[in-house]
Nanobody, 124 residues
Framework: QVHLVESGGGLVQAGGSLRVSCAAS????????MGWFRQAPGKEREFVAA???????YYADSVKGRFTISRDNAENTVDLQMNSLKPEDTAVYYC??????????????????WGQGTQVTVSS
């Protein structure tokens, strides 16, 4: 069983930056693909960014150039650095893990484990 815990959410003004982190325990973290998704009120959960076991990264078009995903296999963590934040980035941000993650996984159903989420609010 893999346990994921997000941290680092909060309130920030538009144009500002925020870093959210996800700590994993259990399993073999280095072999997982890790993803960040977000869900705003009344909307479906959507893909934000992912990083596979080899370190290759993928981004939604809406965050490309503003967000950066990274992982530390020694610490079993995955971070999402968010710059130039916009009010439309406001959502609960979820960390997810996929076992044997060698490819690109932009859909929630492709992940095996989820964290509880952390709120990110961007004020205008």
């Amino acid at each position: 069983q893999v346990h994921l815990v997000e941290s680092g959410g909060g309130l920030v003004q538009a144009g500002g930056s925020l870093r959210v982190s996800c700590a994993a325990s259990g399993g073999t973290f280095s072999t997982y693909a890790m993803g960040w998704f977000r869900q705003a009120p009344g909307k479906e959960r959507e893909f934000v960014a992912a990083i596979n076991w080899s370190g290759r990264t993928y981004y939604a078009d809406s965050v490309k150039g503003r967000f950066t995903i990274s992982r530390d296999n020694a610490e079993n963590t995955v971070d999402l650095q968010m710059n130039s934040l916009k009010p439309e980035d406001t959502a609960v941000y979820y960390c997810a893990a996929r076992v044997n993650g060698v490819g690109y996984y932009p859909y929630p159903y492709q992940y095996n484990y989820w964290g509880q989420g952390t709120q990110v609010t961007v004020s205008s």
